[in-house]
């Protein structure tokens, strides 16, 4: 993964939904410096997991930071990106996903067993 083209590719999306460094970074629990050091690719371990919440907070996919997804131009809207603009405005979901982030491994099984297990039993 070019880090220098991903950070590049999140500073053109976050310009498009006309976000600011520093709102990218309170959605995402960093301050606006490591957005512009991530956009500027200067921090060469980005790490993995960071990648979805970023998608998530920018209304994209990790394929299209990446560089996988060059079928559709950022402005194009998918399903999912609708999804993941809805997403990134819950105020609730980014709430969650900081507590759900803090936990040990084996505390993030039990939770995501149990969001399982109700999701079956209410979505039938």
Do not use: C, H
């Amino acid at each position: 993964m070019n880090v220098v083209n991903v950070g590049l590719r999140i500073k053109e999306r976050r310009k498009e939904l006309k976000i600011s460094a520093e709102e990218l970074g309170k959605r995402l629990g960093k301050d606006r410096s490591t957005i512009y050091r991530y956009e500027k690719g200067e921090i060469k371990n980005l790490p993995i997991e960071l990648l979805m919440p970023i998608a998530i907070a920018l209304e994209t996919t990790p394929e299209r930071l990446i560089g996988r997804e060059e079928v559709a131009p950022f402005a194009k809207i998918s399903k999912r990106s609708v999804f993941y603009g809805k997403i990134s405005k819950n105020k609730e979901f980014w709430q969650f996903f900081g507590m759900y982030t803090a936990l040990p491994d084996d505390k993030k099984e039990a939770i995501y067993k149990m969001v399982e297990d109700y999701y079956e039993t209410f979505s039938r």
